[in-house]
């Protein structure tokens, strides 16, 4: 059975491919040109199910599983921000770093050295059997500084509970232990043995 990853970020692939290893897991990219795909969702759980229906209905092996996931940071003190739009935060075309510096600056600007904040993933399963969705949650708290040179996206400011190193500074190992992707693939990985 091979996974179809709606995502053309190598940090993300990455991350799949270590965690569902036993899968023969792709980028999309990899098996059809790269295309735009419009998130207009209002929650994360739509977004990962558009994504993956627009790429599942472009597929050419209708027998491959496509998932998706939609995941971001959200600060209740702030609004609930970036939310929804982390991953575009800074901008449409910006990249990570501006999107840290964009959050970091916003907490700065509110006063706040520190407020608690959780990432959100949820993961999308679009095959011919039908339709999936499961969520994950990562509580902790958003820091108005950037420490730490591993993971990805708003890692090095978020401080996970129990913890007082950002995700930036912890291994990976530890972060794949716990993480809200983490979290969200043992619940898709449950639907995953049933598609077999």
Known sequence: MRIILATSNQG???????????????AYSDVMP?????????????????????VYEKLERKDDIVLSDDSGISVPSLGGIPGIYSARYAGINANAKENLTKLIATLKEN???????FYTAAIALVCAKGEFCVHGWMHGEA??????NNGFGYDPMFV???????????????????????RALELAY???KSLK
């Open 111 to 117: 006063g706040l050295a520190k407020t608690p904040a």
């Open 143 to 148: 820091i108005a500084e950037a420490r730490g």
């Open 12 to 26: 993300k692939v990455k991350e799949f491919q270590s965690w569902i290893s036993e899968y023969e897991v792709v």
């Open 34 to 54: 790269a295309f735009e795909i419009d998130e207009t969702g209002l929650t994360f759980k739509e977004n990962a199910l558009i994504k993956a229906r627009a």
């Open 190 to 192: 449950i639907v995953l």
């Open 160 to 182: 996970p509970c129990g913890f007082e190193q950002t995700l930036g500074e912890l291994d990976e190992s530890v972060k794949k232990a716990f993480s809200h992707r983490a």
